[in-house]
């Protein structure tokens, strides 16, 4: 008998985006299948862990969504988990990249859902000044590029959209890298949050922190 021993890692594309660079889908034994981008991972193993854990907590909370919005829509991750906790609740995925899209649904499993390809920021902008604009229960904010956190996300303004947009019980999520001088960084947006917001609670998976946010 030959027995064939395959690699802990393997690489099923690799491809070039003008949004986020190199990005690689990896397939491992231990964490499945994920992207990276500049050999970090975006969506799928760890990353879908990360909000495994904290959606998880959420949803022991039972509150009801029927409205998601996920700014920072990547391979999926996190859209699968809320179909998953929340399979009545309509989502509205945007992403400024639509290679990480396409990615997510080639391999990840990304749902069906409304995907939208803009700009978070532009996104926000828009629908804002909606007379109508829908209020979302909960909104997911992961808008890293790499590694880096666009401060324009930071902003009051920017804040102040999000919480207009969640309904009166509505809960914003937003995830931060959390290690090495990450974790300043962190901490000093905490403290914006904490003016934003009327509770903020830290949920600490992995190397993440994330700031889960009250609207009341």
């Not at 231990?30 to 050999?39: A, F, K, M, S």
């Not at 809320?82 to 990249?97: H, L, M, N, R, S």
């Not at 229960?137 to 009051?156: A, Q, S, V």
């Amino acid at each position: 008998m030959v027995v064939e021993i395959l690699p802990i890692n393997k690489v099923l594309e690799e491809t070039t985006s003008p949004i986020n660079g190199k990005i690689r889908v990896v397939r491992s034994l231990g964490l499945g299948t994920y992207i990276q981008v500049e050999n970090l991972t975006q969506s799928g193993g760890v990353v879908y862990e990360v909000w495994r854990s904290t959606l998880r907590t959420i949803n022991h909370q039972q509150l009801t969504i029927n409205n998601c919005l996920i700014l920072g829509l990547g391979g999926g991750s996190a859209a699968k988990l809320v179909k998953k906790y929340w399979p009545q609740a309509e989502i509205t995925g945007v992403d400024i990249d639509p290679t990480m899209v396409e990615l997510g649904k080639k391999y990840l499993g990304l749902p069906d859902i409304k995907t939208v390809i803009d700009d978070a920021e532009n996104f926000l902008l828009t629908i804002s000044h909606r007379p109508s604009a829908i209020k979302y229960d909960l909104i997911l904010i992961d808008t890293y590029l790499g590694d880096n956190f666009p401060k324009k996300f930071e902003r009051d303004d920017f804040l102040v959209r999000i919480k207009h947009l969640l309904s009166p019980n509505g809960l914003a999520v937003f995830n931060r890298l959390y290690y090495g001088d990450k974790r300043g960084e962190a901490m000093r947006f905490a403290s914006k949050l904490e003016k934003a917001f009327s509770k903020v609670k830290y949920v600490f998976p992995e190397a993440n922190v994330m700031f889960v946010c009250y609207n009341k």
